[in-house]
Structure formats: structure tokens, C-alpha cells
């Protein structure tokens, strides 16, 4: 398995985070030997969803509101419907999404999640995948999106939903593995 060294990684999350999409790149994170931080728009906790359905609550470590892309080696955008909906509403939320993507910094995105990128306005010439939902938004914003387990398009790491978690979570691992720590 790939190594990641004491990599902080952003966990870009909000109330109605689709919980699995938080966790499970989260726990892959960790186990590589990386540094998870949730940074969301408010202190306090953040609430999981599974699917419609209220799970657990998450600590808030850093306000997108007082962090950039520099702070970290990468970052994770899960889904959930509401999740990424809130967040593309937010001008900070959205500057430290581009932020990554400008600086070539890996991005790993899931589910509803691409929104951030459509919002963002780093899709155009990229191909992606997404919920279903999502691929009129990315072909709008002038993406190629396709209905793929993972894609990796220069950085940009998406899968659809829950059950590409396996191939997310890997594919994620190997792609921070191979870019140098913050200086």
C-alpha cells in the first residue's frame, strides 16, 4: 500500500455529508499514514448522513473561512446531496476547491461532490464521473463526463457513489503517495 507520511489531507465537509463518503476515504487516509482534518464552514460538528437518514455528528477541525491549499497535500470532497450543495454557496468553500486545483494539488471527489468542481469553474476539458444526476452540470460546465468506477483526469480524482468507495479510497491513496509533502 502506498505511503503518505504525515500528508495533511482536507476533508471539505458540512452538515448532510453522505457519512460513509467522509469515513471511509478518511480510515484510508489514516491507515496510509496521513493527517485527515475536516475543515467546514462553521466550528462545532457536522452532521453525517446515510443517505436520507441522520448518523453521526463529526468535530470541525479548521474554517474554510481561515485555511488555503497550501495548508495541505491534498483534499477530499464527499457527497451527500446537501453536503456539496451548502458548500457551493460559500466563496471561500469554493476558492479553496480551486485553489487545489490551480496549484495541481490532488482533488478526490465522489457522489454529488463534483458540484464543488462545477461551482468552482475547473471542469471545463476534464473528464469525470459523478451521480448520475451530475452529468448535465458537468457537461454544462464543459466537462466529459462518463459513467465510470474512478477517473483520474490530471489530479482530479471522481467516482460516482458509495459503492466505488473501494476504488475511490485506493485510487486516492496511490495518487497523494506520489506527489512531494508540503515544503
Known amino acids: 500500500m ?3 507520511s504525515g500528508k495533511r489531507i482536507a476533508f471539505l465537509a458540512t ?5 460513509v463518503e467522509l469515513t471511509e476515504p478518511w480510515k484510508a487516509v489514516e491507515e496510509a499514514g496521513g493527517r485527515p482534518e475536516l475543515v467546514s ?3 462545532g460538528e457536522i452532521q453525517g448522513f446515510d443517505h436520507y437518514d441522520k448518523a453521526d455528528t463529526f468535530p470541525v477541525d479548521r474554517l ?3 485555511v488555503s491549499a497550501d495548508d495541505f497535500d491534498g483534499l477530499v470532497q464527499p457527497g451527500g446531496v446537501g453536503n456539496p450543495d451548502t ?3 460559500d466563496e471561500d468553500a469554493v476558492r479553496f476547491v480551486r ?3 490551480e496549484a495541481g494539488k490532488p482533488v478526490a471527489v465522489i457522489c454529488h461532490g463534483p458540484w464543488m468542481l ?3 469553474d475547473v471542469v471545463r476539458g476534464r473528464t469525470l464521473t459523478s451521480f448520475p444526476s451530475l452529468e448535465t452540470d458537468i457537461r454544462n460546465a464543459g466537462g466529459n463526463w462518463v459513467d465510470q468506477e474512478v477517473v483520474v483526469d490530471n489530479g482530479i480524482i471522481t467516482s460516482r457513489n458509495p459503492d466505488d468507495l473501494p476504488a475511490f479510497c485506493r485510487t486516492l491513496v496511490e495518487e497523494l503517495a506520489t ?5
Do not use: G
Request: proline share 4%.
Open 2 to 4: 502506498a505511503e503518505l
Open 118 to 120: 462545477v461551482e468552482a
Open 99 to 101: 485553489e487545489f486545483v
Open 41 to 43: 464552514l462553521e466550528e
Open 15 to 19: 452538515d448532510m455529508v453522505e457519512q
Open 179 to 183: 506527489v512531494p509533502s508540503r515544503a
Open 87 to 89: 458548500l457551493r454557496m
Open 64 to 66: 474554510v473561512s481561515e
